[in-house]
């Protein structure tokens, strides 16, 4: 069994193990399993009070099942340690604007879901998002991986109450006489020093840590049982389906509008997440082009189909991924591992809903400082590239989007090669991209996005 797993994944061929792997895959998972809480709770806004059952637990059932069937596909077809699940972001989209605001009915809205995963197979089938991956200059990609991690260490240190919102200056640091950062904080000086020691599982270890002290000081209740039975989500399995069939005409340009925004958001998550973690695992050969990326990109797609199938919203390739590649995780069997973790928690569901937001601070933070070492291969010195690279690092973690930051990076890249003199360094499909920005935010200016 164990050389089975080891010529299929290619351990060896990574000078990996089955129990780095397993490290790798546990924490990834641990630093994502608060999707298991956050996500049903955003989408339950997006479906109303007189719908029967327990949609909030069924939401958890759909959340888990459509992260088990990305993440299986993207570990045993593509042969890479990154994890899926509904998509943060996007998830709010589906609830707060799509269904709350625009009005459209949530089984509508999952048929909007549902019609940009079949979308997106045909996009992948096409080859179309894997010649997307590969025009984006190197430069970009590097910066996509620094960008990756500062919004990474930007989410841990906002969850854990380090930095919190202020009126006059944006952001501040937060209050440190309250427990929650303090814990936050002292949780990632003993992962930094783990980490400094070279201790394996030094992030999974932190943590652990993290969530014990909480544990042991009363800021956050220990869990309250280990095992809870899973509820099958019967009231929104296959309403997706439902949904389109209710299609009415009046409602079939919001749909549009809809469908290609969760289209947009979507294929450039999914293409700045795999360019970056993809740097950092470095599995990028020397024309800065992603192996195996139309198998990655497949996966993402029948994510997001069967997650809409189940009831949840899209499905996207994590950035906390890159958490399990930072101890070592290469290979699919990562991926698998967490799958399977996902599966597991659909049990041990109380247990991972009692880790704490703020234990996963110290994971998060490690990662940034691992991924800000992309910006040594860009070249400062060079105005066209310098520039696009530091929008882009900038304002992803601003925008709270890697999509967002990427767009920028994408229009000024090729602009100022042209200004320069140096178009020759550019690409069509890099043109094409730039101008679909544009007229994004062109449509954004004028209100109609």
């Given amino acids: 069994m164990i050389k089975l797993l080891e010529q299929y994944f290619g351990l060896n061929e990574w000078n990996s193990t089955i129990r780095v792997e397993a490290v790798a895959g546990v924490t990834t998972f641990m630093t994502m399993a608060y999707i298991l809480i956050v996500n049903p709770n955003i989408l339950s806004n997006a479906i109303f009070l007189s719908e029967p059952g327990d949609l909030n637990g069924e939401l958890v059932i759909a959340t888990a099942l459509a992260a088990v069937v990305g993440t299986l596909c993207m570990g045993l077809f593509a042969n890479f340690p990154f994890a899926l699940a509904p998509g943060m972001g996007l998830n709010a989209f589906f609830a707060f604007t799509v269904v709350l605001k625009l009005g459209i009915p949530w089984r509508l809205a999952l048929g909007a879901v549902l019609v940009e995963g079949v979308i997106f197979i045909l996009l992948t089938a096409s080859k179309i998002r894997t010649l997307i991956i590969n025009a984006i200059p190197m430069s970009l990609k590097h910066s996509i991986a620094a960008g990756i991690g500062l919004f990474v260490a930007y989410i841990g240190l906002s969850s854990g109450k380090i930095i919190v919102a202020n009126p006059v200056t944006k952001t501040a640091l937060g209050s440190l006489n309250t427990p929650e950062p303090l814990i936050a904080v002292a949780g990632t000086v003993i992962t930094a020093m783990l980490f400094t020691r070279g201790i394996p599982g030094a992030l999974l270890l932190g943590i652990l840590s993290t969530a014990l002290i909480g544990w042991i000081s009363g800021v956050t209740p220990w869990p309250s049982q280990l095992i809870g039975l899973p509820q099958w989500p019967e009231h929104l399995m296959g309403q997706a389906v439902v949904g389109l069939g209710e299609l009415e005409m009046s409602q079939l340009g919001t749909f549009i509008l809809v469908t290609f925004i969760f ?49 949840t919203s899209t499905v996207t390739t994590y950035i ?130």
Avoid: C, H
């Fill in 320 to 449: 906390e991924s890159a958490t399990g590649v930072a101890v070592g995780g290469r290979t699919g069997l990562t991926a698998v591992i967490v799958a399977l973790l996902f599966v597991v928690s659909l049990i041990f569901k109380p247990f991972f809903a009692a880790i704490p937001t703020f234990a996963t601070v110290p994971a998060l933070f490690m990662v940034g400082v691992l991924m800000m070492s992309s910006v040594r291969a860009i070249s400062w010195s060079d105005p066209t590239e310098a520039i696009p690279a530091f929008a882009t690092i900038l304002l992803m973690p601003l925008t709270f989007s890697i999509a967002e930051g990427l767009a920028v990076g994408v229009m000024l890249y090729p602009v100022l090669k042209w200004v320069a003199g140096k178009s020759e360094e550019t690409n069509a499909i890099l043109w094409g991209l730039a101008a679909l920005f544009a007229l994004r935010f062109g449509l954004m200016i004028a209100g109609i996005i």
């Fill in 263 to 311: 289209l947009f958001v979507d294929l450039f998550d999914t293409v700045g997440t795999l360019a970056g973690v993809g740097i950092q695992a470095g599995y990028l050969n020397e024309k800065g082009e992603l192996p195996r990326s139309k198998a990655a990109l497949m996966a993402d797609a029948v994510g997001t189909t069967a997650g809409a199938i189940f009831g």
